[in-house]
């Protein structure tokens, strides 16, 4: 795919209207013809670049997060994690929050998008996690044995889900902070 | 609610039909007046007993979890954990699985479903396991100040919700076991 064909302010355009739109009506009723509209581009000009419906909106959304666990590499594991935590700044968190429950909603009807969003937004984020758990190893701070080394992703998808479902509220900073001194690093045996 | 009207033997058989419709048709199409035919009852009854869909349908999941947090008490953490992990044998939680997956899609749409989900099944399983905690805590297994005592439903969460997101496989008992050991013990310092 010739993804260089546009410009980097014309794809941050078009993700955001893809967004926008993902907020009004939701992925089901998401349409090209919509996007292209919204957008004044051609469908096929869409199909060219993402391929797929699915495609478009996790590289939009992908677009969306301010920062990827590739790009946290702050000297410790502590200062990584608190990036990672402070990139999730209250307001974004509930924002995308709602994005990502409408979307994780659509995975359940939508075969294709459960492959985009794991193939383009979940597992660059466990490579990523596990580059910067890695490094961690490296400098000493986490034993490079320790059993828990696979189950990050684990312990922190339980802190955002249970979050939501036990006390109905996003994961603030306070929250996650506290999650990771409590449960992740003695896990880890830090 | 005069519940009592019903033998155990009849409330079963109602629960019973009840999933079997969820499985067959979802949350969303399943009606009250289906429920009526098949088990050969009046809606008036059906309301009369359970007085909303929402709760009729989460009582007959809750009749389906063969173990409840509230019953379970081996005498040490380890056994009260292998005890709620074996009592998720491969088969129940691959098909409880697929009938809470369902529901949990549902309750995107219907606030009166998270509404009774949360009193009748979550909340009476958290607190459960917390009375399960508080016993370990008075054995001396787990530190009474121990900070991660309030996170481990989300711990436990985690390893359900992340197993299946990124292996897209439901927990067994060999994951959770491990999981177990590797992360929530040591979080707790046991």
Redesign the interface.
């Known amino acids: 795919m010739a993804r260089s064909r546009l410009t980097p302010e014309r794809e941050a355009e078009l993700y955001g209207a893809v967004l926008d739109l993902l907020r009004e009506v939701g992925y089901d009723a998401l349409t090209m013809d919509a996007v292209a509209a919204r957008t004044h581009s051609s469908k096929a000009t869409l199909y060219r670049q993402w391929g797929s419906k699915a495609e478009l909106v996790v590289r939009a959304m992908r677009s969306n997060k301010p920062l990827h666990t590739t790009q946290v590499d702050t000297g410790s594991l502590r200062g990584d994690f608190l990036a990672m935590v402070s990139d999730t700044d209250d307001c974004q968190v509930e924002k995308d929050t709602a994005l990502m429950?409408g979307l994780f909603?659509a995975v359940?009807d939508n075969p294709e998008l459960f492959q985009a969003l794991r193939e383009l937004l979940?597992e660059p984020e466990?490579d990523g996690l596990n580059v910067l758990l890695q490094r961690a190893v490296d400098r000493g701070e986490i034993p490079a044995d320790?059993?828990?080394l696979?189950?990050v992703?684990?312990?922190?998808?339980?802190?955002f889900?249970?979050?939501q479902?036990?006390e109905d509220v996003p994961p603030d900073q306070a929250f996650l902070g506290?999650?990771i001194?409590?449960?992740?690093f003695?896990?880890l045996?830090v």
Chains 1, 2 share one sequence.
């Open positions: 429950r909603h359940h979940i466990i320790s059993p828990a696979k189950y992703v684990h312990m922190l998808v339980g802190a889900a249970a979050r479902l036990i506290s999650y001194d409590a449960v992740v003695p896990a045996g």
